[in-house]
């Protein structure tokens, strides 16, 4: 065993946190448990070489991005070329692993969508937030929202009874949406994060709505969606998170309308609205209950 090893070890814990495993300096890509994850899941990962300089690559499928890691400073110009060249291997590596976890998903997907019915409307989750299943369906007690990129099902989110709620392992959600209602050149068109939120919407108002699963994910699913429908004007329908610290479904929401110059609407709270209500099928809750 190097000090190298070792180093590269103390590099994944200084972001992960404990491992209970030395790295493989094979220079091919390795997939691991990330500390704090769902059990037997392994978004963690990494490409390690040994040989001439030590240095590597790691990240999370789940978390993105990836930081690089080498023993020390390359000596010369060869060796700094050396390590250029396999962060770039290691890239193309990370990224061809990752297209095949996705396409292995959305096959997953379509297979688990083929065999679901038609959503009961007394499903419990739907009960609890007072919306119609519309294009949901449902596979035993398992609520499924399609997630499509384009006119692609690549994803699906499952809706559990008690409200617990889980993608496709490995499959894509940067860019994919849920849509609601029929997306028409011309006709506005909602971008709002969870899918009982854009059901909301598109129930108040009738126009089409992308439920984006998640505030981060607001300005990739709009960014396509311009291209897609260039003569639609967007609307960002952004959650109002008033009660957690930076607000991120408000910040979220102002930075996706600023890069996509469209349009932006938040929740308008009455003024004697609790604060811990955050988005709109809160506030439709709310002055159901107070009219």
């Not at 495993?21 to 899941?41: K, M, N, T, Y």
Request: proline share 8%.
């Amino acid at each position: 065993m190097t000090d190298a090893v070792i180093l590269f070890r103390d590099a994944l814990q200084a972001v992960f946190g404990p491992l209970d495993w030395l790295p493989e300096p094979d220079g091919q890509i390795h997939r691991f448990h990330v500390p704090g994850d769902r059990a037997g899941s392994r978004n963690g990962w990494y490409v390690f070489h040994l040989d001439g300089i030590a240095c590597g690559l790691f990240g999370s499928w789940k978390a993105g991005g990836s930081q690089t890691w080498s023993n020390r400073t390359p000596a010369d110009p060869l060796e700094a070329q050396l390590i250029a060249q396999r962060i770039e291997q290691a890239r193309r590596q990370r990224e061809a692993e990752q297209h095949q976890r996705q396409q292995a998903a959305a096959v997953e997907a379509q297979r688990q969508w083929g065999a679901s019915a038609p959503a009961s409307a007394d499903h419990p989750y739907l009960t609890r937030k007072g919306v119609k299943s519309h294009n949901a369906r449902q596979l035993g007690d398992v609520l499924l929202i399609p997630l499509y990129r384009g006119r692609q099902l690549v994803n699906l989110q499952r809706i559990y009874p008690d409200g617990t709620k889980r993608f496709m392992p490995g499959a894509l959600v940067k860019g994919a949406y849920s849509p609601l209602g029929r997306l028409e050149p011309g006709q506005r068109l909602y971008i709002c994060e969870g899918w009982a939120t854009g059901a909301t919407i598109h129930e108040h108002n009738g126009a089409a709505v992308a439920c984006a699963m998640n505030a981060g994910n607001l300005y990739p699913v709009g960014d396509y969606l311009r291209r897609a429908y260039p003569d639609s004007p967007l609307i960002v329908a952004g959650d109002d998170d008033r009660q957690t610290e930076g607000n991120p479904g408000r910040t979220k929401a102002n930075h996706a309308a600023d890069l996509l110059g469209c349009g932006l609407v938040f929740p308008p709270w009455p003024a004697d609205a609790p604060p811990h209500l955050s988005d709109f099928n809160d506030l439709r809750h709310w002055l159901e209950a107070h009219q």
